[in-house]
């Protein structure tokens, strides 16, 4: 069989006698676009189906494309043959409702352009001046519930800034227990439980009604006296004693480390509280020598003192001028050659020299079938009106530096009294919430709160009273949000947690840099070497 043998075509070769490369085009490449291009260069695309058209040539583009040029000969061009081209689909259209884009478009309406916005309302001139001062009122509803509003965590935005805790962890301190502030801030009780009067002792001076005058124009200076105030804790006590030997209840403590537990969640600084568990009764204590009688100042303040700046200004230093003017102006505003109001028993820690005007009542609170807590409340002053005597709360803010609280009160307590109480609540939350609860536990009928500011910046020694407010406790606890069944769930909740631990001596501390607090149990014999001191305070 004879094979088939394989042709073979010779192709045909261009020959360029002047040069190298083709002498023409061939008929397989003519009518094709040509364009130089380069790697860096940006080709058109044929179709892109992953960004939208109007996002497209935007500020939406990579930015490694940008001053880059496009060859537009690769570029894909419509043409005719799309105007013939159709989907067909049988199922009808769905449009979905969308409410949000009716209420916007109707809302809408009414909005103003920046063509009509400086135009008056020709056809209504009544409403466009009702719809003005409705704008004003709902802008300072806004600002107020902006400046005021109090969240849980606040005062830890600045990392920077490391504050000391109240007492020094010793190694041999093991933790109990651990908790959240935040997570205190969301529980919450059925009922308030009602107060049960034990014991009330002591007298009181009546208040002056001329302060309820003072103003800017008129105001006084603040002087200093020489009277004994009286700080004395839990176990100390000899009313207390003698109600716990007699067992009406297994909880005992002071107003002020329970109003401290109760707004813990608010607070910033490093604290600590005592809670001795002695058979089956639980004792909250404060510790000897420690700083927990000094009011804090701007403690929740979004630029808190710091002991790096100025040292008149250091929180210890503004702590102690706080303290300071607190027991001058509660003796100030009192008349002290009237006669007292005085109840049954006498003051149970006076011994010498001339007592300051204060009350104490011994009230019991049942939380539970098990949980019974006296507390003892302090009652600063009485007022007459209408022929009844009123009891009093009486505090004082002090203003140290204008620039940073932002409002001169020289310039705004008279006409914007409302907006500086604003803004107290917002830098002092925890120590307004204290004050407010030492009322609510008291059963006082008002709290009257002073102005008070220093005569110059650089002077801590010298102060004027500019203005006094009178408050029910109730309503303003509401206008700080201060929920009365939360501080009494967390309350409930520390004595829960305490009363079922094993006899002993604990210590709640306040992590001074995080929103912590932390259960140690720590030997017996801590705190007892330490110098202990008096038991009263000399303004």
């Known amino acids: 069989m004879a094979s088939a043998s394989s042709t073979f075509f010779v192709p045909i070769i261009n020959d360029n006698p002047e040069g190298w490369g083709p002498v023409g085009v061939p008929e397989d490449f003519e009518n094709i676009p040509y364009a130089p291009f380069a790697k860096s260069d940006k080709l058109g695309k044929a179709s ?64 103003q352009t920046p063509q009509n916005r400086n135009q008056p309302n020709q056809q209504n001139p009544i409403a466009a001046r009702q719809g003005q001062k409705n704008q004003k009122q709902n802008q300072k509803n806004r600002n107020w519930q902006r400046n005021n509003q109090w969240t849980p965590g606040r005062g ?43 014991v009330s002792c002591g007298s009181l001076e009546y208040y002056d ?66 809670v001795q568990r002695v058979g089956s009764k639980l004792f909250f204590d404060k510790r000897e020598n420690s700083q927990f009688d000094y009011l804090t100042v701007n403690e929740t303040a979004v630029d808190p003192p710091t002991e790096d700046k100025d040292p008149v200004n250091s929180p210890g230093s503004l702590a102690t001028e706080a303290t300071i003017i607190n027991q001058n102006f509660l003796h100030q505003v009192l008349l ?50 209408q022929g009844n005597d009123l009891f009093l709360t009486i505090k004082a803010l002090h203003e140290f530096d204008p620039k940073i609280s932002g409002v001169d009160w020289r310039q705004k307590l008279d006409t914007q009294r409302g907006s500086i109480l604003a803004t107290e609540l917002k830098n002092n939350s925890n120590k307004l919430a204290k004050w407010l609860a030492q009322a609510l536990l008291a059963g006082t009928d008002q709290l009257k709160l002073g102005f008070v500011s220093r005569s110059s ?39 829960e947690m305490c009363i079922n631990l094993p006899e002993g001596k604990y210590i709640l501390v306040k992590d001074p840099n995080t929103p912590v607090v932390r259960l140690y149990e720590v030997p017996q014999n801590t705190f007892e070497n330490e110098e202990k001191p008096t038991d009263s305070k000399t303004a």
């Not at 990392?159 to 933790?175: D, F, H, M, N, Q």
């Not at 100390?236 to 002020?256: C, H, Q, T, W, Y």
């Not at 003051?347 to 049942?366: C, D, L, M, V």
């Not at 408050?471 to 201060?482: D, G, R, T, V």
């Open 48 to 111: 892109d189906w992953s960004v939208q058209s109007n996002y497209q040539n935007r500020q939406f583009q990579s930015s490694r494309f940008q001053g880059q040029t496009v060859n537009s000969a690769f570029t894909y061009q419509h043409t005719d043959d799309e105007e013939s081209f159709q989907v067909v689909d049988n199922k009808p259209n769905f449009k979905p409702k969308s409410y949000l884009r009716k209420n916007f478009n109707q809302n809408n309406k009414n909005r």
């Open 336 to 385: 002290r050659d009237a006669p007292r109001y005085s109840f049954s028993q006498p003051n149970p820690f006076q011994s010498t020299g001339e007592p300051a005007s204060i009350a104490y009542k011994y009230r019991r609170w049942r939380l539970s079938d098990d949980i019974s807590v006296i507390i003892r409340s302090e009652i600063d002053g009485v007022s007459e009106v």
């Open 156 to 198: 830890y935005g600045d990392l920077r800034i490391k504050r000391e805790s109240s007492v020094e962890i010793r190694p041999e301190w093991k933790v109990k227990e651990e908790i959240d502030l935040s997570s205190l801030s969301k529980i919450t009780i059925e009922e308030v439980p009602v107060p049960e009067d034990l």
């Open 457 to 495: 910046l650089k002077d801590c020694f010298s102060h004027v009273i500019l203005g006094c407010s009178t408050y029910k406790p109730h309503e303003l606890a509401l206008q700080m949000s201060l929920n009365v069944k939360n501080m009494w769930a967390i309350l409930k909740y520390f004595i």
């Open 209 to 274: 009604k001329q302060f309820e005058r003072v103003t800017t124009q008129t105001g006084k200076l603040l002087e200093r006296y020489e009277r004994t105030f009286f700080k004395v804790t839990t176990t100390d006590d000899p009313v207390i004693r003698n109600l716990s030997m007699k067992n009406e209840a297994n909880v005992f403590g002071i107003d002020a480390i329970i109003c401290l537990l109760m707004a813990c969640p608010r607070s910033i600084y490093s604290w600590d509280v005592v």
